[in-house]
T-cell receptor, first 110, second 109 residues
Framework: GQNIDQPTEMTATEGAIVQINCTYQ??????LFWYQQHAGEAPTFLSYNVLDGLEEKGRFSSFLSRSKGYSYLLLKELQMKDSASYLC???????????WGAGTKLIIKP | DAGITQSPRYKITETGRQVTLMCHQTWSHSYMFWYRQDLGHGLRLIYYSAAADITDKGEVPDGYVVSRSKTENFPLTLESATRSQTSVYFCASLGGEQFFGPGTRLTVL
């Protein structure tokens, strides 16, 4: 079966660093996406990994290990506006469909 | 306005009524998707479309109907709404990554 696991909720402090993990078991793999979703809003694209390694984009970085079926999203210098849900999604071999994790709700405390 | 829009943004209806949710995109993306999002389930794919007049079922298609007569529009119809269809519905189109509309919050009483 196809499965994506993320922690349900995490709490971190403003200014700190937090790592949100995602593990996946899918029949095919053609890339992993991270999306951010603020409460009551639509998901917005954050990052994409298709090869092993770290992709850095400002305060956000995403890592992928295909052999381990594992990814993480690293958020640095946390700000209150980073309070949101973070969704991990895997694109299977179809090139268009995404398999979604349930999301991790990140709570930032002052 | 460029982008992807959905209407209505909020809808309250009664069990048994037919409801149509609209989705419009201005990018001419070929692929479009309908998801529902419920607590604890994340995003679940209802239907998708590869092009005008080409649609296919996703993970949870029962009780829903779609059409795509024009590339830019992808309406979703609940033929006879049930309380279990109370949810937030997102439309998305594919241009590299998936771009999402703002969502429709549907309540079925």
């Amino acid at each position: 079966g196809q499965n994506i696991d993320q922690p349900t909720e995490m709490t971190a402090t403003e200014g700190a660093i937090v790592q949100i993990n995602c593990t996946y078991q899918t029949s095919g793999f053609n890339g992993l996406f991270w999306y951010q979703q603020h409460a009551g809003e639509a998901p917005t694209f954050l990052s994409y990994n298709v090869l092993d390694g770290l992709e850095e984009k400002g305060r956000f970085s995403s890592f992928l290990s295909r052999s381990k079926g594992y990814s993480y999203l690293l958020l640095k210098e946390l700000q209150m506006k980073d309070s949101a849900s973070y969704l991990c999604a895997v694109r299977d071999n179809s090139n268009y469909q995404l398999i979604w994790g349930a999301g991790t709700k990140l709570i930032i405390k002052p | 306005d460029a982008g992807i829009t959905q209407s209505p943004r909020y809808k309250i209806t009664e069990t048994g009524r037919q409801v149509t949710l609209m989705c419009h995109q201005t990018w001419s993306h070929s692929y479009m998707f309908w998801y529902r999002q419920d607590l604890g389930h994340g995003l679940r794919l209802i239907y998708y479309s590869a092009a005008a007049d080409i649609t296919d079922k996703g993970e949870v298609p029962d009780g829903y109907v779609v059409s795509r007569s024009k590339t830019e529009n992808f309406p979703l119809t609940l033929e006879s709404a049930t309380r279990s269809q109370t949810s937030v519905y997102f439309c998305a189109s594919l241009g590299g990554e998936q771009f999402f509309g703002p969502g429709t919050r549907l309540t079925v009483l």
